[in-house]
């Protein structure tokens, strides 16, 4: 499968890096700004800075006061939206076509003079506190993957939630934020992806003239990377008045840009992916232990987890549910992938990609995605290719490599009373 | 901004009543098929609330040809995912592969549509897993929300007022007879569509369309008899009343407020939604101005108009903290009554039009979009002039005509619904005085 996409590349003396790539079978296009900083910036006693600075960036720069970003958006037929990650934080606008002066005005100017004050801040915090309550403290899904965070990594900032502890986010002030905005948030720390209907070298001209002018930033530091190996299985336990017990499964993978991660991807598809996937027969259809087993594993800059989600049956042990899926690992480590069972998982692997590629949104994040993970866009040319090569032998290598007994994390949610 | 030219497509209505559509899409070598059928959550007999989903969902676990383990093999070896969705009005199989794989795709989804075997053990299997997810379901807060405000927003007897899953209680009773009778008199011809969408002529993807589904023409059923559903009127109430769900442990409430809304095939569509848009749509919208953007109280806030083919529903929905959930709710009433009165301004219907038509294409994007949304729109009766004329009729909304609707689809009108899915005791204190207050159980809407 050949991929065609004219993508024209270009970066400022700035730093900043430029991805365009047209497209006018429709009168819209997507901007995003891609920031190279996300949770793995941080430190101990501000986690989760990331995360609330990408709210604060919607709250006023010099030429668009408070309220005036998606005012004027909107007006303009337009939308936004951000996420912050491990790895990064992404702002996006989508829109209709004619509004592209607008945009690059707005998103060039919360980069070149955001401001920060308290009050906006106060209420900020606020908000993000909600949505901690929501996403971590009354969400089981949230509470297991922030406690297996902490238990997979002893040093690496990887341990701490993206979205940070609740006395950090507690404490996080203005100083903070404006120290945060000036280290992480300077072009050459930033990728602009435009996609959609617009002429390249107007877009271009006008993107060199709002964002030339803004001043390079020095380069940010390096995350420590002192994670210990892994000497033994380690386990947390949740007592949470659920309904049903759950387990949720780690174990600490290569970094995004290791080849190693492509064949975690083929097994992800291979254990999770459908409804014949290994997992969800054996668990969910066979042995009726499950509502649902669910795989994620996502490229990281450094080393990260894959991750494995049982969510059990009410009534059902989970040690018997962990059994299982130990089975079943072992089957992926000491027995080779029949041939059919590997071109299914190249299948939908490969079927997913195209689908990303469907909407300008689509492709303006699969670019800058590519971009920051795996260091050029041009990445996901060869990824079919890449993905095709993969032998069942690989699958076993890498398989034994990551699933190995004293390379388990494990947290087990336990219906029950919270302790006090 | 001007209307959007949908991409080449062609319509033809067979015999039977089915619809088949055709719809050209250049670009990624992809295909898509769907198809819908009239078989949806509304159609749920009486003490089966969940019988269409439960239905739908068994259709991939064995055909008349191979058992559900080689339906999914024949599925996702072509790298797809089988959709299996059931609205309030329809279920709708689906999957997307490669261009190349146009008819094997299009033989699996009318194998696994038509001829489904229903196997006894498959069923019995099917209501265990449905039930566990049922109970489970239960410790997502707002799940348990989104099926209280169904249940208790439409009231007991309404062909809408359950969630398509159903309830636990029902779903153990199903039976393979259950399924087996539910297939044979609402997966018919008539009032169903099957959409294609691949890089291929419209006309050649309906002689496609034809050549496969001449082999099922003499099996499957065009048309049966079927008891018509009764669509109550739903009545406006008088004050507001309180339904708390009791969430043990919750440090946060799940806060809805809902009232009688407008149907999808109201002939003021589009001034409800720009009305709507300006409410609680966006985020510049009134409410979360007030409530997220001026008071931090919440991450999420919003109204939004459900809008089946016979009824709908205005929803608020949002959540805070135990501590502010009279705060929260004391600001959503008071903004959603004075809009009720005043409706939007000039500058805010217009940024709500705008918005709204600028947006409108992308939701036309992909494979799967084109298709539902013209499925949709030729279902509902609203035709392809529905999408096709879309963004100018948006744009003609005048805040005249936002604000004549404003009253009619505020969700805090009098007679509203508040549902709070949260800690009971601290819930029923926080919102003394504000009316009539009933703690039920999460069982109860599992």
Same mark, same amino acid.
């Given at each position: 499968?050949?991929? &065609?996409?004219?993508?024209?590349?270009?970066?400022?003396?700035?730093?900043?890096?430029?991805?365009?790539?047209?497209?006018?079978?429709?009168? &819209?296009?997507?901007?995003?700004?891609?920031?190279?900083?996300?949770?793995?910036?941080?430190?101990?006693?501000?986690?989760?800075?990331?995360?609330?600075?990408?709210?604060?960036?919607?709250?006023?720069?010099?030429?668009?006061?408070?309220?005036?970003?998606?005012?004027?958006?909107?007006?303009?037929?337009?939308?936004?939206?951000?996420?912050?990650?491990?790895?990064?934080?992404?702002?996006?606008?989508?829109?209709a076509s004619d509004a592209l002066p607008l945009v690059l005005d707005l998103e060039s100017d919360r980069m070149a003079s955001l401001v920060i004050d308290d009050a906006s801040l106060a209420r900020e915090r606020e908000v993000v506190k909600e949505e901690r309550r929501f996403r971590t403290d009354n969400d089981i899904d949230g509470m297991m993957d922030e406690a297996l965070g902490a238990l997979a990594f002893f040093a690496h900032p990887y341990r701490w939630p993206v979205i940070g502890w609740m006395s950090d986010i507690e404490r996080i002030s203005r100083e903070d934020c404006e120290g945060y905005f000036r280290a992480c948030y300077a072009p050459?720390?930033?990728?602009?992806?435009? &996609?959609?209907?617009?002429?390249?070298?107007?877009?271009?001209?006008?993107?060199?003239?709002?964002?030339?002018?803004?001043?390079?930033?020095?380069p940010l530091p390096k995350v420590p990377d002192g994670e210990p190996s892994q000497k033994g299985e380690r386990r947390a336990v949740i007592r949470y008045p659920s309904q049903a017990p759950a387990v949720l499964a780690g174990?600490?993978?290569?970094?995004?840009?290791?080849?190693?991660?492509?064949?975690?991807d083929l097994i992800e598809a291979a254990l999770s992916s459908g409804e014949g996937a290994r997992l969800k027969r054996a668990l969910v259809y066979e042995q009726e232990l499950c509502v649902d087993a669910h795989v994620w594993f996502g490229w990281r800059m450094d080393p990260g987890l894959f991750?494995?989600?049982?969510?059990?049956?009410?009534?059902?042990?989970?040690?018997?549910?962990?059994?299982?899926?130990?089975?079943?690992?072992?089957?992926?480590?000491?027995?080779?992938?029949?041939?059919?069972?590997?071109?299914?998982?190249?299948?939908? &692997?490969?079927?997913?990609?195209?689908?990303?590629?469907?909407?300008?949104?689509?492709?303006?994040?699969?670019?800058?995605?590519?971009?920051?993970?795996?260091?050029?866009?041009?990445?996901?040319l060869d990824l079919p290719d890449r993905y095709a090569a993969i032998t069942a032998a690989e699958i076993q290598r890498v398989a034994r490599k990551t699933f190995a007994p004293h390379r388990r994390n494990v947290v087990t949610l336990v219906p029950g009373e919270q302790p006090e | 901004m001007s209307d959007i030219a949908l991409p080449p497509l062609a319509v033809e209505k067979m015999p039977s009543g089915l619809a088949v559509l055709g719809i050209q899409k250049r670009g990624l070598p992809l295909f898509?098929?769907?198809?819908?059928?009239?078989?949806?959550?509304?159609?749920?007999?009486?003490?089966?609330?969940? $019988?269409?989903?439960?239905?739908?969902?068994?259709? =991939?676990?064995?055909?008349?040809?191979?058992?559900?383990?080689?339906?999914?093999? $024949?599925?996702?070896?072509?790298?797809?995912?089988?959709?299996a969705e059931v609205s309030m009005e329809e279920a709708a199989l689906a999957l997307t592969v490669p261009a190349e794989l146009a008819e094997r795709a299009l033989d699996a989804l009318l194998e696994v549509a038509l001829e489904p075997a229903f196997d006894e053990h498959e069923v019995s299997a099917a209501r265990r897993r449905a039930a566990a997810a049922l109970q489970s379901d239960l410790d997502e807060p707002a799940t348990v929300a989104a099926r209280a405000l169904i249940t208790l927003g439409y009231g007991p007897g309404h062909p809408y007022a359950h969630p398509p899953h159903g309830f636990r209680r029902d779903v153990e009773s199903l039976r393979r007879e259950d399924a087996l009778g539910f297939h044979a008199t609402r997966f018919q011809q008539s009032g169903a569509l099957l959409a294609l969408v691949g890089?291929?002529?419209?006309?050649?993807?309906?002689?496609?369309?034809?050549?496969?589904?001449?082999?099922?023409?003499?099996s499957w059923p065009g048309h049966s008899q079927r008891q018509p559903l009764h669509f109550s009127a739903l009545l406006p109430g008088e004050g507001l009343r309180a339904v708390v769900v009791h969430k043990p442990? !919750?440090?946060?409430?799940?806060?809805?407020?809902?009232?009688?809304? $407008?149907?999808?095939?109201?002939? =003021?569509?589009?001034?409800? #939604?720009?009305?709507?848009?300006?409410?609680?749509?966006?985020?510049?919208?009134?409410? #979360?101005?007030?409530?997220?953007v001026d008071r931090g109280l919440s991450y999420s806030v919003s109204s939004r108009l459900q809008m089946n083919r016979r009824?709908? $529903?205005?929803?608020?929905?949002?959540?805070?903290?135990?501590?502010?959930?009279?705060?929260?709710?004391?600001? !959503?009433?008071?903004?959603?009554?004075?809009?009720?009165q005043s409706g939007p301004s000039e500058q805010a219907t217009e940024k709500a039009r705008r918005y709204l038509a600028g947006l409108f294409p992308m939701g036309l994007e992909s494979h799967e979009a084109i298709a539902e949304q013209v499925a949709d729109a030729l279902l509902d009766g609203l035709g392809l002039e529905h999408l096709q004329r879309y963004r100018s009729r948006m744009l003609s909304v005048t805040s005249e005509q936002a604000r004549a609707i404003a009253p009619e689809i505020s969700p805090a009108r009098d007679g509203a619904l508040l549902i709070v899915v949260g800690e009971a005791d601290k819930a029923r204190k926080a919102l003394a005085g504000l009316g009539p207050i009933e703690v039920r159980q999460l069982e109860e809407f599992g």
């Open positions: 499968m050949a991929l &065609v996409f004219p993508v024209l590349e270009h970066a400022l003396p700035n730093g900043l890096q430029i991805r365009l790539l047209r497209d006018s079978s429709l009168p &819209v296009a997507t901007l995003y700004s891609f920031f190279r900083v996300g949770s793995r910036n941080e430190r101990p006693g501000i986690t989760g800075i990331s995360h609330l600075f990408e709210h604060m960036m919607f709250n006023g720069s010099k030429k668009y006061g408070p309220k005036e970003f998606d005012r004027r958006l909107e007006a303009a037929g337009g939308s936004s939206n951000a996420y912050t990650s491990n790895d990064l934080t992404a702002y996006y606008e989508d829109f050459n720390n930033c990728t602009l992806v435009l &996609v959609g209907d617009f002429e390249e070298q107007p877009a271009l001209r006008s993107i060199e003239k709002l964002y030339g002018p803004i001043p390079s930033g020095p174990f600490r993978g290569p970094d995004g840009r290791n080849p190693d991660s492509l064949v975690l991750q494995i989600s049982l969510k059990l049956n009410p009534g059902v042990d989970p040690a018997r549910a962990e059994s299982s899926l130990w089975a079943e690992l072992a089957r992926v480590c000491n027995e080779s992938l029949p041939e059919k069972e590997l071109e299914r998982a190249k299948n939908l &692997v490969r079927a997913g990609l195209l689908r990303a590629l469907q909407t300008t949104n689509g492709r303006a994040h699969t670019v800058g995605q590519m971009e920051i993970m795996l260091g050029t866009w041009r990445a996901m | 898509h098929a769907r198809l819908s059928l009239p078989a949806g959550a509304c159609e749920d007999p009486r003490g089966k609330a969940g $019988l269409a989903q439960f239905t739908t969902d068994l259709l =991939r676990r064995g055909t008349r040809r191979r058992p559900a383990q080689d339906v999914d093999d $024949l599925i996702e070896s072509m790298g797809a995912q089988l959709a890089q291929q002529e419209p006309a050649e993807l309906l002689t496609l369309a034809k050549r496969k589904l001449a082999q099922w023409q003499s442990d !919750a440090t946060q409430a799940q806060v809805r407020i809902v009232s009688p809304g $407008l149907p999808k095939t109201t002939p =003021r569509y589009f001034e409800a #939604v720009v009305c709507n848009t300006a409410l609680g749509g966006g985020f510049t919208s009134l409410l #979360v101005d007030a409530i997220r009824a709908g $529903l205005s929803i608020f929905s949002s959540f805070t903290k135990n501590e502010t959930l009279r705060e929260l709710v004391d600001v !959503a009433l008071e903004k959603m009554r004075g809009y009720a």
